[in-house]
C-alpha cells in the first residue's frame, strides 16, 4: 500500500507569513485613519450668502469640521466674536471655509463714497445677471420731454454722462420685473444719481 506524503509546509508558511503582512497592514491603516479622524478641528463656514461688503451675523456663520486644510487659513470655531460684526470683503458662497482674507474692518461704504439704492426695470439694466462686487456704469439718459437739438438739454448729454459705481448688493424689487441694486459712487457723484435716479434717467451698464 502506497505511503501518502505530507504536502510540503513551504507554502503553509509563506501563506501564514502573508496573513501577518495583511494584518499588519490593516491595522496601520486603521491606525492612520484613526489618527487623522482625530486630528479634525471646528472651523467657521458660510451658511447663507454674505454680499460684499455686507456685516457678518452670527446666523451667517455654521461650523465646518475638517482636517486641516493645506493651502488654506480658515478661522477657528473659538474666534467666532471676532468675525461677528465686521464686514465682508468678497462674496460669501454658503458651504465654504471662511478665511481671515474675506473678512475686513473697512466700512461700506469707504471714507469719501455714498451708498445709493437704486431701483432699475428691466429695460435698465443688462440681461446677464449684476452680480455683487461688480464694477459698473451709471448712465444718465436724457429728459423724456427734451425735442430736438436745441433747448436747456440739447448738449446735456453729448457724450451722455456716465458715473462709476460698485455694486454692494442686489435684491427684488418690489414691483414685478424692477431690481433693487445698492450701489456706492463717490460722494460728489451721489447727488447726481440720486436726483437722475428720481427723474427715472439712471441706465446701468456693467464695467469691462
Same mark, same amino acid.
Given at each position: 500500500?502506497?505511503?501518502?506524503?505530507?504536502?510540503?509546509?513551504?507554502?503553509?508558511?509563506?501563506?501564514?507569513?502573508?496573513?501577518?503582512?495583511?494584518?499588519?497592514?490593516?491595522?496601520?491603516?486603521?491606525?492612520?485613519?484613526?489618527?487623522?479622524?482625530?486630528?479634525?478641528?471646528?472651523?467657521?463656514?458660510?451658511?447663507?450668502?454674505?454680499?460684499?461688503?455686507?456685516?457678518?451675523?452670527?446666523?451667517?456663520?455654521? =461650523?465646518?469640521?475638517?482636517?486641516?486644510?493645506? !493651502?488654506?487659513?480658515?478661522? &477657528?470655531?473659538?474666534? +467666532?466674536? *471676532? %468675525? $461677528?460684526?465686521?464686514?465682508?470683503?468678497?462674496?460669501?458662497?454658503?458651504?465654504?471655509?471662511?478665511?481671515?482674507?474675506?473678512?475686513?474692518?473697512?466700512?461700506?461704504?469707504?471714507?469719501?463714497?455714498?451708498?445709493?439704492?437704486?431701483?432699475?426695470?428691466?429695460?435698465?439694466?443688462?440681461?446677464?445677471?449684476?452680480?455683487?462686487?461688480?464694477?459698473?456704469?451709471?448712465?444718465?439718459?436724457?429728459?423724456?420731454?427734451? =425735442?430736438?437739438?436745441?433747448?436747456?438739454?440739447? !448738449?446735456?448729454?453729448?457724450? &451722455?454722462?456716465?458715473? +462709476?459705481? *460698485? %455694486? $454692494?448688493?442686489?435684491?427684488?424689487?418690489?414691483?414685478?420685473?424692477?431690481?433693487?441694486?445698492?450701489?456706492?459712487?463717490?460722494?460728489?457723484?451721489?447727488?447726481?444719481?440720486?436726483?437722475?435716479?428720481?427723474?427715472?434717467?439712471?441706465?446701468?451698464?456693467?464695467?469691462?
Amino acid at each position: 500500500m502506497p505511503i501518502v506524503k505530507a504536502a510540503p509546509r513551504r507554502r503553509s508558511v509563506m501563506q501564514g507569513a502573508l496573513a501577518v503582512l495583511l494584518i499588519v497592514a490593516g491595522a496601520l491603516t486603521a491606525g492612520y485613519v484613526a489618527l487623522r479622524i482625530g486630528s479634525t478641528h471646528d472651523f467657521l463656514g458660510v451658511a447663507k450668502p454674505v454680499g460684499k461688503g455686507a456685516e457678518i451675523k452670527a446666523d451667517d456663520l455654521m =461650523v465646518i469640521r475638517v482636517n486641516d486644510a493645506v !493651502g488654506l487659513k480658515p478661522i &477657528p470655531l473659538s474666534r +467666532a466674536n *471676532t %468675525v $461677528v460684526g465686521k464686514r465682508a470683503a468678497v462674496p460669501l458662497v454658503p458651504g465654504t471655509l471662511l478665511t481671515p482674507e474675506q473678512v475686513t474692518d473697512h466700512p461700506v461704504p469707504a471714507q469719501g463714497n455714498q451708498l445709493l439704492g437704486l431701483s432699475l426695470s428691466e429695460d435698465r439694466l443688462p440681461v446677464a445677471r449684476v452680480k455683487v462686487g461688480a464694477s459698473v456704469l451709471l448712465v444718465v439718459t436724457p429728459k423724456k420731454n427734451s =425735442v430736438g437739438g436745441s433747448g436747456e438739454n440739447a !448738449g446735456d448729454l453729448v457724450p &451722455p454722462r456716465t458715473i +462709476a459705481g *460698485t %455694486v $454692494v448688493d442686489v435684491k427684488p424689487g418690489t414691483r414685478q420685473g424692477d431690481t433693487i441694486v445698492n450701489v456706492e459712487v463717490s460722494t460728489a457723484d451721489a447727488p447726481t444719481v440720486a436726483a437722475m435716479h428720481a427723474e427715472d434717467r439712471i441706465v446701468l451698464t456693467l464695467a469691462g
